[in-house]
Nanobody, 120 residues
Framework: QVQLVESGGGSVQPGGSLTLSCAASKSEYPIAVMGWHRQAPGEDQRELVGRAPIIGDPRYSDSVKGRFTISRDTAKNTVHLQMNDLQPEDTAVYYC?????????????WGQGTQVTVSS
C-alpha cells in the first residue's frame, strides 16, 4: 500500500512562513489527487486546506486562499504546502492526503501528520 511521509512543520511567529512536504511511495495505480488537511486543537474533524489534482490547478479552502500554495510534482509523487502569513488560527496538525485511483474505486491514504504552531 502507498505510504505518505511528511516533513517540515514546527513553530513560527504570526506573519511567518513554513513549508510542508509530503512524499508518496511507489504506487501501482495513479494518484489522482494529493493534498493537505488540518486538524486544529480541540476539533474532532479535519479541515480541507487544499488539493492538487493530477491535471489542473490546485483548489484551496477560503481560509487559506491567497496565503497558502500547493505545488505537486507528479513525476516524483511529492506535494508541498507553502504557508505564508501564518496566523494563530492556522495552528493545527497538518495531514497529507493521497487519493489513489484503483481499478474500481478510490482509496484515500493519509500521512502521519505534522504539527504547525503559530504563536508569539
Amino acid at each position: 500500500q502507498v505510504q505518505l511521509v511528511e516533513s517540515g512543520g514546527g513553530s513560527v511567529q504570526p506573519g511567518g512562513s513554513l513549508t510542508l512536504s509530503c512524499a508518496a511511495s511507489k504506487s501501482e495505480y495513479p494518484i489522482a489527487v494529493m493534498g493537505w488537511h488540518r486538524q486544529a486543537p480541540g476539533e474532532d474533524q479535519r479541515e480541507l486546506v487544499g488539493r492538487a489534482p493530477i491535471i489542473g490547478d490546485p483548489r484551496y479552502s477560503d481560509s487559506v486562499k491567497g496565503r497558502f500554495t500547493i505545488s505537486r510534482d507528479t513525476a516524483k509523487n511529492t506535494v508541498h504546502l507553502q504557508m505564508n502569513d501564518l496566523q494563530p488560527e492556522d495552528t493545527a496538525v497538518y495531514y497529507c492526503e493521497a487519493l489513489i485511483q484503483q481499478a474500481t474505486d478510490y482509496l484515500t491514504v493519509w500521512g502521519q501528520g505534522t504539527q504547525v504552531t503559530v504563536s508569539s
